[in-house]
């Protein structure tokens, strides 16, 4: 704990120095002072928790400090409206629905701004122009045009900076005003309502992803409370396009849209559209088929209102809840499939979105990457590795098979692991999201609002919790079986598993180079050995596969390691 704060403080007195330095010396600071200063708005476990707490108070404090914030940019409402910005919020896809949105229309040679959050090995994959993170100079540049600004109101009003997530929302308004794109496509940070991207008044178009249950400390325990929250963005008069929900979720989202009078559709499948040219989507998984519907409706939508006439006067609408003749509810209406264009599919062939359903191959390593963190997500996510396990087993035999693992936060253990107990994972390995065992306040990768010693604890719980599920599968497969025998299978499995086939290291580098040390020599040679008493068993298979889930911020340190320089993005 005393490290943690020691770390802290670091951080938040090197902003401060850089930003004085800063006011003459602008092109001699370097990327990784402005990751530094960045680090220091970074709120602290205690003020986060504070904060949830307080929420709603906070909530509508968050919105109106982001305005106050742009105004001291000189960027006014009337200047957002020109980004033309689609804005998208949701539980799950949300990430992978803006990636496809953005590719389709810079296909069409559209100049496209895009943020997005989180990053997964630089914080400037946050702000993208025309798909491209900002490279290092950029990032700088602009980071000090707008922290310096800031910094120098603060002082003169004695007011405080904006935290981490708040400046990077404004960093990415300014820069692409300042890149003058054509389209801005928003994702909604957490919620909808008042998160710091809702200071938008008037998007082109909003999506809602699918819903499910996360971030509840903050968003509601219920699904109608968090689809209250996620239907925040919608505006009056602005069309807005959903998938498929629960009916309670969806109840909520028509009755918001209803209110507001904006026009709400449910996107069709995507086997339902004409193709001139038939292309596989870029980004792997079933689930993508109705990311990539929604993103072809809020495409088609921007681009459609572009086309109209500004002079032509736009005819209110009433967009009433949708009843049927004996006032059951009825869904909101589909949206109808159109022909999607050689342009429009090759943008869905081209699209990436890294550490979603994501495959890297180095040596005889082949790394599964996946940064699902809800029980809906998880699913598909073990689906699509269960397939790929097959296929790779079916041309070369035995694999040794990893799991790699954590889950932070509010999130339950057993309800993302219990998808995975059946896959026969010969390791499982727990650790936090940090890469060293201290944190480097200048660092993409470090996180300072969560205590490191909680971060452990977590750890140690989810081996726990693991652990007790594969029991619990074993005694279960025992009192089921009448002839009293058990599967050799299963029973090697588990019990390896609970004797010595699960370890828990306390940071990401020590416990890659115990997975990885008799198959990556490059990882090796990077990868001090850790100090553990794990027992260092040798590994008889050719090929290893890991498997790593559970957290977007795993999957982003991982990255970090084996793809430092964003290659496979």
């Not at 008069?237 to 959903?242: N, R, Y």
């Not at 459609?304 to 006067?313: H, L």
Request: proline share 5%; net charge positive; charged share 20%.
């Amino acid at each position: 704990m005393r490290i943690f704060w020691k770390i802290v403080k670091q951080a938040m007195e090197l902003g401060t120095s850089a930003d004085k330095r800063s006011f003459s010396t602008v092109t001699k600071l370097t990327y990784e002072d402005a990751v530094y200063a960045l680090n220091g708005l970074q709120s602290n476990a205690a003020v986060l928790e504070k904060a949830r707490k307080e929420r709603s108070v906070n909530a509508y404090k968050n919105l109106k400090n982001t305005e106050k914030f742009l105004k001291k940019l000189d960027i006014t409402p009337t200047d957002l409206d020109r980004l033309n910005i689609i804005h998208i919020s949701g539980t799950k896809g949300k990430g992978s629905t803006c990636a496809f949105t953005e590719s389709v229309l810079r296909r069409r040679g559209v100049k496209t701004g895009f943020y997005s959050s989180p990053h997964l090995v630089a914080v400037r994959e946050r702000i993208r122009i025309n798909g491209k993170p900002l490279c290092k100079e950029m990032f700088t540049s602009y980071f000090w045009k707008v922290y310096n600004k800031l910094k120098l109101q603060e002082k003169a009003e004695e007011v405080s900076m904006p935290p981490y997530f708040m400046f990077l929302t404004i960093m990415a308004f300014y820069v692409f005003l300042q890149e003058k794109v054509e389209v801005a496509i928003i994702e909604v940070g957490v919620g909808g309502l008042y998160d710091n991207t809702n200071i938008v008044r008037s998007p082109v178009a909003t999506g809602v992803t699918s819903l499910g249950y996360d971030h509840v400390a903050v968003l509601g325990k219920t699904i109608e409370e968090i689809a209250w929250q996620k239907a925040g963005i919608f505006k009056t008069g602005v069309p807005a396009f959903t998938v498929s929900q629960p009916q309670e979720a969806m109840k909520v989202l028509q009755k918001k849209a209803s209110e507001i009078n904006c026009s709400l559709h449910v996107v069709p499948p995507l086997s339902t559209y004409e193709w001139e040219k038939v292309m596989k989507l870029g980004i792997p998984g079933d689930v993508q088929t109705m990311n990539a519907s929604l993103a072809l409706q809020l495409c088609q939508s921007w681009i459609n209102q572009k086309k109209q006439d500004s002079s032509q006067k736009k005819v209110s609408t009433v967009f009433p809840l949708n009843l049927g003749a004996d006032h059951h509810y009825l869904p909101p209406p589909l949206a109808s499939p159109f022909l999607i264009s050689t342009k429009f599919a090759e943008g869905l062939q081209n699209c990436r979105w890294p550490g979603r359903h994501q495959t890297i191959h180095r040596d005889s390593i082949t790394y599964f990457l996946d940064g699902a963190h809800t029980a809906e997500s998880m699913i598909p996510c073990v689906r699509w590795y269960t397939e790929c396990i097959k296929k790779i087993e079916s041309n070369i035999g035995d694999i040794y098979k990893v799991l790699l693992f954590n889950c932070t936060g509010e999130r339950k253990a057993e309800t993302l692991l219990t998808p995975l107990i059946d896959i026969p994972f010969d390791l499982v390995v727990f650790s936090p999201n940090k890469l060293d065992l201290t944190k480097d306040a200048t660092s993409d990768q470090s996180n300072f609002t969560v205590d490191p010693d909680k971060e452990l604890i977590q750890c140690e719980r989810n081996m726990k919790v693991w652990n007790y599920l594969l029991s619990s599968v074993y005694e279960e497969e025992i009192s089921s079986n009448a002839a009293g025998t058990l599967s050799k299978s299963l029973l090697s499995h588990s019990s390896e598993q609970n004797n010595n086939n699960t370890v828990v290291f306390s940071c990401l580098k020590d416990a890659l180079q115990f997975i990885c040390r008799n198959h990556d020599s490059d990882l090796r040679k990077k990868v001090p050995i850790p100090n553990s008493s794990f027992p260092l068993n040798s590994i008889t298979a050719k090929h290893l596969s890991l498997f790593v889930t559970g957290s977007i911020h795993l999957v982003g340190n991982v990255l970090s390691l084996i793809d430092p320089e964003l290659q496979e993005h």
